[in-house]
């Protein structure tokens, strides 16, 4: 009762505002919890369906970020994951899709206070339906549904092309392997193959993508690199990369490593830069015309850069 009146008496004095990164660093404090409480033997558990409660006031002042909010949980997320991956190699979610359903609450499902600057998370692995509906049968919490569409704002459809926003505070995003860094699902050639390369990988290509650094480890001898194509996956020969500007084109770029000699080379079919040169063009359906490549190189596509680094 203090604490109230002493907010309502003294509004400018400064209290605990719960910021954007309080609020991811909550979120992924309970993302963890679940991974340690449920994972087995080598299958990573997490929950995919989120109710994040807060104060009124902080859900005002977070309107509008939570679209970008999110984007930033699920790079928290896919990091961790990929840090657990090695223990837990089985790490695909039970569901298809990251639901986040933000709330105006003053009280938690536990009928406590809701702390400014705090939150409360609710989680399931899946639901087939909205946290609201669910709150109705199952949660006794004071929750707004009453959300109009984002409509009036001016959003940036690029900046949340991968974001389905549902309503205001409820967003669904797929589940993207690809975010994960982790190429290296596709299994090393056999030991003993013909014209198998060595176990441990060749080379890695490593780019940015969304604020967050993936990389790609190269095992076969040749490699080619694409743009994401509906119905393309990566292979040990083929990395298709998810690239938002445009930059990269289809089948871009191949890289080859020469045994005999021990040294790369590249081959490209649409414009880029090897180390600040540009290259002579290949064309697709004749021979590529190669260029030996440095173990350490950059290519730049338009925008897009991918870096290179030799392991052998």
Same mark, same amino acid.
């Given at each position: 009762m203090f604490d109230k009146l002493k907010r309502w008496l003294l509004p400018d004095e400064e209290e605990a505002r719960l910021t954007n990164q309080a609020l991811v660093d909550q979120v992924l404090v309970s993302f963890k919890e679940t991974v340690e409480r449920e994972?087995?033997?080598?299958?990573?558990?997490? %929950?995919? +369906?989120? *109710? #994040?409660?807060m104060r009124p006031e %902080?859900?005002?002042h977070a309107e509008l970020r939570l679209a970008g909010i999110t984007e930033g949980i699920l790079d928290e997320f896919y990091d961790y994951i990929h840090q657990r991956k090695d223990q837990?190699?089985?790490y695909e979610p039970i569901g298809s899709f990251w639901d986040f359903q933000y709330c105006p609450a003053e009280r938690g499902v536990d009928n406590k206070e809701i702390e400014?600057?705090?939150i409360q998370v609710v989680s399931?692995?899946?639901? $087939?339906? +909205?946290w609201s509906e669910l709150s109705s049968e199952h949660i006794k919490v004071s929750v707004s549904s009453k959300h109009s569409k984002y409509s009036k704002y001016d959003l940036n459809p690029t900046t949340f092309a991968n974001i389905d926003i549902l309503s205001k505070g409820h967003f669904r995003v797929k589940f993207r392997k690809e975010f994960l860094g982790d190429f290296t699902s596709v299994q090393a050639p056999v030991t003993g193959s013909r014209n198998s390369a060595p176990a441990d990988k060749l080379a890695t290509i490593q780019f940015v993508l969304s604020k967050q650094r993936y990389s790609f480890p190269m095992r076969e001898k040749q490699l080619k690199i694409t743009k994401a194509i509906d119905g393309m996956t990566s292979t040990a020969t *083929? *990395?298709? #990369? +998810? $690239?938002p500007s445009g930059s990269l084109q289809k089948e871009h770029i191949m890289i080859r490593y020469e045994e005999t000699a021990r040294a790369f080379y590249i081959a490209l079919f649409a414009d880029a830069f090897v180390n600040e040169q540009k290259l002579e063009l290949s064309r697709v359906g004749e021979n590529p015309v190669w260029h030996p490549l440095k173990n $350490?190189?950059?290519i730049v596509c338009g925008i897009f850069q991918l870096d290179f680094? !030799? !392991?052998i």
């Open positions: 994972s087995f033997n080598k299958r990573m558990m997490y %929950d995919c +369906s989120y *109710l #994040i409660l %902080d859900y005002k837990y190699p089985r400014p600057g705090t399931t692995p899946t639901s $087939e339906k +909205s *083929l *990395l298709c #990369i +998810s $690239e $350490e190189s950059t680094k !030799a !392991a």
